[in-house]
């Protein structure tokens, strides 16, 4: 939405900015010091548009109006444009599930909420979860241990065989 902002410390610049149809700032905000001095009109679109009317001489409210209306187009435009993708959003989210209605029907699926609720129904507890883990753990320890030996004894049967066994410890 668009900012009309009259910049000035005049004593009547109250009166200056309601005929202008600005608000009244008595200096020049941080993020327009670079473009700005006062006294001046600041017009500041949504869409970070920004024009700056010098009031030395004083300008009228009719220029105002003018220097505004790129702005009001501009926020309108963005506003319709908004409005479009919207209602495109809508469109073909409404079509989207139209068609994954479609496909389970098509493809004889069960309905994905009775199936989520069978699942969970039937899904392990916790206590029976961390008890299937330990007890794969164990497993693969056990696993991992054997082909250590394996490893072992393989190195040896291979210096055997090449003449280069001194010993067998560890085998």
């Known amino acids: 939405m668009a900012r009309y902002l009259?910049?000035?410390?005049?004593?009547?610049?109250?009166?200056?900015?309601?005929?202008?149809?600005?608000?009244?700032?008595?200096?020049?905000?941080?993020?327009?010091?670079?473009?700005?001095?006062?006294?001046?009109?600041?017009?500041?679109?949504?869409?970070?548009?920004?024009?700056?009317?010098?009031?030395?001489?004083?300008?009228?409210?009719?220029?105002?109006?003018?220097?505004?209306?790129?702005?009001?187009?501009?926020e309108a435009a963005?506003?319709?444009?908004?409005?479009?993708?919207?209602?495109?959003?809508?469109?073909?989210?409404?079509?989207?599930?139209?068609?994954?209605?479609?496909?389970?029907?098509?493809?004889g699926l069960p309905d994905p909420t009775a199936a989520n609720q069978a699942y969970i129904a039937s899904s392990p507890t916790t206590a029976q979860v961390a008890a299937q883990v330990k007890a794969l753990t164990a497993q693969v320890d056990a696993l991992v241990a054997q082909v250590q030996a394996l490893t072992r004894q393989n190195t040896a049967l291979i210096r055997l065989a090449l003449g280069i066994l001194d010993s067998t410890a560890g085998t």
């Open 78 to 107: 963005n506003q319709a444009a908004q409005i479009g993708a919207n209602s495109n959003l809508a469109s073909l989210e409404s079509k989207a599930t139209a068609a994954i209605a479609t496909n389970i029907t098509a493809l």
């Open 6 to 74: 009259y910049i000035s410390i005049a004593p009547d610049a109250q009166d200056r900015a309601t005929v202008l149809g600005c608000g009244l700032l008595r200096s020049v905000p941080p993020e327009f010091a670079s473009i700005a001095a006062a006294p001046c009109v600041i017009l500041n679109g949504g869409n970070n548009e920004t024009v700056v009317i010098p009031d030395n001489p004083p300008t009228t409210a009719d220029a105002v109006a003018a220097a505004a209306q790129p702005i009001l187009d501009a």
